[in-house]
């Protein structure tokens, strides 16, 4: 069996088990993505349930990237990583999210790439533009789709979508605009986007809502916490009457991204209830996502599934990782894993991340315990020194 063929029967089995996870903790549970936050043992329910391990899964794709993929093999090997002799996830080789921006971090040529999605270039410039090559994005799309629809419309009601981001067709390379796209096109309403060349279209986003409050038909806002502020900032000069409700009963947010405005910086909580104060939604109904290019799947904040399942309120500032995902807070220095609740980077295991790198070291600070993933900045300053190790072994330094 060639690369290509034993690509295709990996993503064949990550989606099985993607499908399969979430039926595991029952239907309408967030159960499950607190359960892979925190990565527990599986019970034998579980294991039941689900075609095969989530460990024996991790592994087979990390030796299929090893194979295939230089810049891994090199970090496998420095590491002293034997794929052969590997049984829990927790022992492959983390690859640094800076290193897609320096080498082809994938297990196919260029010619079978379906689609490349880049990195915003924002911090660093568009020359240090990360790049994560898709030979197919067929399992990326099962796994937005599902735990999206888990987080952010569980009741299955008819939604218009109203983006504040630029349609596909003006950012091809961007994996939240192809997400967004897909989450447009399974929603059963209306959709428009309201970010066209590089400007907020804040007169077409009133409109849009006017057409939702005149069709009662609710809307999921989906944009970066960027457009959000610059929208707010649009509202508040507009002075419209206080308590005017832009959006239908039943409409939520998604919001994800940076909090910056034209001169200041929005602290999150402040950001949250603007969106819900000016667009007329509960607090609840405004969701955050974590997500980032090098990955192939998403956290939600749990507010709005438990809102609607009229279970005890989530909290805020918890995001819930799907039973496909494992989410690790290791230590900056070794990059071993910490006790639950300890402050740590984040280290990602995604099943759904067939073709690149199952297992990614963030440099972002995380607090991971049973309740889901607490979010708490990047690292400051130059990258850990853990990840400046691993990125120096994976581009063939010294260690």
């Known amino acids: 069996m060639g690369p290509i063929d034993q690509s295709e029967a990996l993503h064949r089995r990550a989606r099985a088990f993607i499908e399969a996870s979430l039926g595991v903790d029952g239907a309408g549970s967030t159960g499950a993505g607190r359960a892979a936050a925190a990565s527990p043992p599986q019970d034998q329910g579980e294991r039941a349930a689900l075609p095969e391990s989530f460990d024996a899964l991790a592994i087979d794709l990390a030796r299929h990237q090893a194979a295939h993929c230089a810049p891994v093999a090199r970090l496998f090997e420095a590491r002293g990583a034997d794929v052969a002799a590997m049984d ?50 067929a399992t990326y799309e099962l796994a937005a789709l599902a735990w999206g629809e888990r987080l952010l419309w569980p009741d299955g009601a008819r939604l218009r979508a109203i983006v504040l981001a630029p349609p596909l067709h003006e950012a091809p390379d961007s994996s939240l605009g192809f997400m967004i796209d897909r989450f447009a096109a399974r929603l059963s309403g209306p959709a428009s986007w309201h970010v066209r060349g590089g400007e907020l279209d804040a007169a077409g986003f009133a409109r ?20 959000f502020v610059h929208l707010i900032e649009h509202l508040l000069e507009a002075q419209l009457p206080q308590g005017a409700a832009l959006l239908p009963e039943g409409s939520r947010v998604m919001q ?104 990614i070291q963030t ?10 993933v607490e979010l708490l900045g990047r690292a400051s300053g130059a990258p850990p020194r853990g990840c400046s190790i691993a990125m120096d072994q994976m581009l063939g330094g010294e260690a």
């Open 256 to 359: 994800t991204g940076g909090y910056k405005g034209r001169s200041r910086e929005v602290p999150a909580e402040e950001l949250r209830a603007s969106i819900a104060r000016e667009l007329g939604v509960p607090l609840s109904h405004v969701v955050s996502e974590y997500g980032m290019t090098e990955l192939s799947s998403q956290l939600y904040e749990g507010t709005l599934a438990a809102a609607l399942a009229g279970a005890p309120g989530a909290a805020p500032g918890l995001y819930l990782a799907p039973p496909w995902t494992r989410v690790t807070a290791v230590d900056p220095e070794t990059l071993a894993p910490l006790p639950s609740g300890a402050i740590g980077l984040a280290r990602i295991v995604d099943l759904a991340n067939v073709d690149s790198a199952v297992a």
């Open 363 to 372: 440099a972002d600070r995380v607090r991971v315990t049973a309740e889901g």
């Open 88 to 137: 829990h996830a927790a022992q492959i080789p983390a690859v640094p999210c800076d290193v897609f921006r320096f080498a082809r971090v994938a297990a196919h040529p260029p010619e079978a790439d379906e689609r490349v999605f880049r990195t915003s270039g924002t911090s660093l410039g568009a020359a240090s533009r990360g790049e994560h090559p898709f030979r197919t994005t």
């Open 208 to 227: 849009a809502c006017a057409e939702a409050r005149a069709s009662r038909e609710p809307a999921l806002v989906l944009g970066t916490s960027f457009a």
